[in-house]
């Protein structure tokens, strides 16, 4: 019968169908971070128990560590004293349990899904879990990649195993060239604005066609990252010879480890007559630089179009619009072109790559950030990919434009570390989620890309990118 890359995965991974109807699969590699572990190791002390697999866990701190550190920095110099006792215990529990973990003064340390695919711990085939929704991020390798729980994450440690329902089959086709100034992030917004933020609810989405084998790692691993944003949990994109060329060139594996695993690698892809329960075709030919207006992932424009009216949007999302629009600050018959922006963050596990500080430095070069603009700031996705970006000159195109170049961390994408919105503040950001208070409370946040993002940075405004 044939087969989803998906299904194939998932019989991989199967141990045996619980009573419960849910399945307990095996998992190959866990991230663990500050926010989400505490309790779980906690629950394995109380319990008197370690880790199963010592080496199938990954440590770092990403969300509440400061952006402004210096080479000096220590975890007692952080001044929140939450974000310093969540740091502080995620280091004496490595510690206590042996593993091994990527702390705040390490060179690898950076945001979870940023490290872990660059230091080569993602590899195709793997199941790979997290206490972070955008685990997802780690599917763009073919990986059965998800968000867990805080007491999944103790499950799973303890274990080495995880309780979960199978998904229904989704693939999405992207097919054609985009626009000039379009990008991926561009592409999965208007894939999410297309279905809506439940589009995706019970589906593992594989993105296939044209325009994703054309696109490098960096892209697609954006592309899974805003699966969780489409209503998916998980997203999957075909390993092929674009994915084999980056794990070559970041896995710890030997040469004859690597051709071992090759020959099972090529097999991870969905059968020509494998049946999907949910099909979807889109020519990103046609999209524009997609922009969020409101307060949801799926409240999505075209750059220079007008805000829905709501003289025509009918029943709970007229109700829905209005909250959305009275929150934003967004009057009738408005553009997002015509919304004067505050503060401007690219970053984020979306957009903190090498790649998308490429594109944001191409915008900003020998131009000064508007003096509308509060503050601009660029937050690298790890210590590599700062380190990366300095040997190129990035960071003197950005600091010469009047941008602050800060260290690691998943800094503004969320309000739990120094670098939050004001209220009523409007931010051109790069990141995944445009809730309300996301970036600090009563923060206006708008979605776009890096090249966007730069843009606005230094028109004060979203513009036209061509």
């Given at each position: 019968?044939?087969?989803?890359?998906?299904?194939?995965?998932?019989?991989?991974?199967?141990?045996?169908?619980?009573?419960?109807?849910?399945?307990?699969?095996?998992?190959?590699?866990?991230?663990?971070?500050?926010?989400?572990?505490?309790?779980?190791?906690?629950?394995?002390?109380?319990?008197?128990?370690?880790?199963?697999?010592?080496?199938?866990?990954?440590?770092?701190?990403?969300?509440?560590?400061?952006?402004?550190?210096?080479?000096?920095?220590?975890?007692?110099?952080?001044?929140?004293?939450?974000s310093k006792i969540q740091v502080t215990e995620l280091d004496k529990n490595c510690n206590k349990f042996g593993i091994k973990q990527f702390d705040i003064t390490s060179i690898n340390q950076g945001i979870v899904h940023v490290i872990g695919p660059e230091l080569g711990y993602t590899l195709p085939g793997m199941t790979i879990v997290c206490g972070d929704s955008h685990t997802s991020t780690h599917g763009a390798f073919g990986c059965l990649a998800m968000g867990i729980g805080t007491s999944e994450v103790e499950h799973v440690l303890a274990t080495q195993t995880?309780?979960?329902?199978?998904?229904?089959?989704?693939?999405?086709?992207?097919?054609?060239?985009?626009?000039?100034?379009?990008?991926?992030?561009?592409?999965?917004?208007?894939?999410?604005?297309?279905?809506?933020?439940?589009?995706?609810?019970?589906?593992?989405?594989?993105?296939?066609?044209?325009?994703?084998?054309?696109?490098?790692?960096?892209?697609?691993?954006?592309?899974?990252?805003?699966?969780?944003?489409?209503?998916?949990?998980?997203?999957?994109?075909?390993?092929?010879?674009?994915?084999?060329?980056?794990?070559?060139?970041?896995?710890?594996?030997?040469?004859?480890?690597?051709?071992?695993?090759?020959?099972?690698?090529?097999?991870?892809?969905?059968?020509?007559?494998?049946?999907?329960?949910?099909?979807?075709?889109?020519?990103?030919?046609?999209?524009?630089?997609?922009?969020?207006?409101?307060?949801?992932?799926?409240?999505?424009?075209?750059?220079?179009?007008?805000?829905?009216?709501?003289?025509?949007?009918?029943g709970e999302n007229k109700r829905n619009f209005e909250l959305a629009k009275k929150y934003m600050g967004i009057e009738e018959n408005q553009k997002v072109t015509d919304l004067k922006f505050d503060r401007v963050f690219i970053g984020s596990c979306t957009n903190s790559r090498i790649?998308?500080?490429?594109?944001?430095?191409?915008?900003?070069?020998?131009?000064?950030?508007?003096?509308?603009?509060?503050?601009?700031?660029?937050?690298?996705?790890?210590?590599?990919?700062?380190?990366?970006?300095?040997?190129?000159?990035?960071?003197?195109?950005?600091?010469?434009?009047?941008?602050?170049?800060?260290?690691?961390?998943?800094?503004?994408?969320?309000?739990?570390?120094?670098?939050?919105?004001?209220?009523?503040?409007?931010?051109?950001?790069?990141?995944?989620?445009?809730?309300?208070?996301?970036?600090?409370?009563?923060?206006?946040?708008?979605?776009?890309?890096?090249?966007?993002?730069?843009?606005?940075?230094?028109?004060?405004?979203?513009?036209?990118?061509?």
């Amino acid at each position: 019968m044939p087969k989803t890359l998906y299904d194939k995965l998932w019989e991989e991974h199967h141990i045996t169908t619980l009573d419960s109807s849910e399945s307990l699969l095996y998992i190959d590699r866990q991230y663990l971070h500050e926010v989400t572990s505490p309790q779980a190791f906690e629950g394995l002390s109380k319990k008197g128990l370690s880790p199963w697999r010592l080496n199938a866990n990954i440590a770092t701190p990403d969300h509440n560590v400061p952006t402004e550190r210096g080479e000096s920095f220590k975890t007692e110099n952080i001044k929140d004293e939450i974000s310093k006792i969540q740091v502080t215990e995620l280091d004496k529990n490595c510690n206590k349990f042996g593993i091994k973990q990527f702390d705040i003064t390490s060179i690898n340390q950076g945001i979870v899904h940023v490290i872990g695919p660059e230091l080569g711990y993602t590899l195709p085939g793997m199941t790979i879990v997290c206490g972070d929704s955008h685990t997802s991020t780690h599917g763009a390798f073919g990986c059965l990649a998800m968000g867990i729980g805080t007491s999944e994450v103790e499950h799973v440690l303890a274990t080495q195993t995880l309780k979960v329902s199978k998904l229904k089959n989704m693939r999405v086709k992207f097919s054609g060239e985009p626009q000039e100034g379009v990008t991926s992030k561009d592409i999965v917004l208007f894939l999410i604005r297309t279905i809506g933020t439940a589009g995706g609810n019970g589906h593992a989405i594989e993105f296939a066609g044209s325009y994703i084998e054309s696109i490098s790692m960096e892209a697609r691993m954006t592309i899974c990252n805003m699966s969780i944003e489409a209503g998916a949990k998980v997203g999957l994109i075909a390993p092929d010879a674009t994915t084999f060329n980056y794990v070559k060139d970041h896995s710890q594996l030997s040469e004859e480890e690597f051709e071992d695993a090759m020959s099972h690698w090529t097999s991870l892809v969905s059968d020509n007559d494998a049946s999907f329960d949910k099909e979807i075709a889109i020519d990103v030919s046609l999209i524009k630089p997609q922009v969020t207006w409101g307060t949801s992932p799926e409240m999505v424009v075209d750059f220079d179009q007008e805000i829905p009216n709501l003289d025509f949007v009918d029943g709970e999302n007229k109700r829905n619009f209005e909250l959305a629009k009275k929150y934003m600050g967004i009057e009738e018959n408005q553009k997002v072109t015509d919304l004067k922006f505050d503060r401007v963050f690219i970053g984020s596990c979306t957009n903190s790559r090498i790649e998308d500080l490429r594109d944001a430095a191409k915008v900003v070069d020998g131009k000064k950030v508007s003096e509308d603009i509060i503050e601009a700031i660029v937050v690298p996705g790890s210590g590599l990919v700062k380190e990366q970006a300095e040997s190129e000159g990035l960071h003197i195109i950005f600091e010469e434009a009047g941008f602050m170049w800060r260290d690691p961390g998943c800094s503004m994408c969320l309000g739990m570390n120094p670098d939050q919105l004001k209220p009523y503040e409007r931010c051109a950001s790069t990141s995944n989620r445009n809730f309300e208070g996301r970036q600090g409370n009563l923060g206006r946040t708008h979605l776009m890309s890096p090249l966007m993002a730069a843009l606005t940075a230094v028109n004060g405004r979203v513009v036209d990118p061509s």
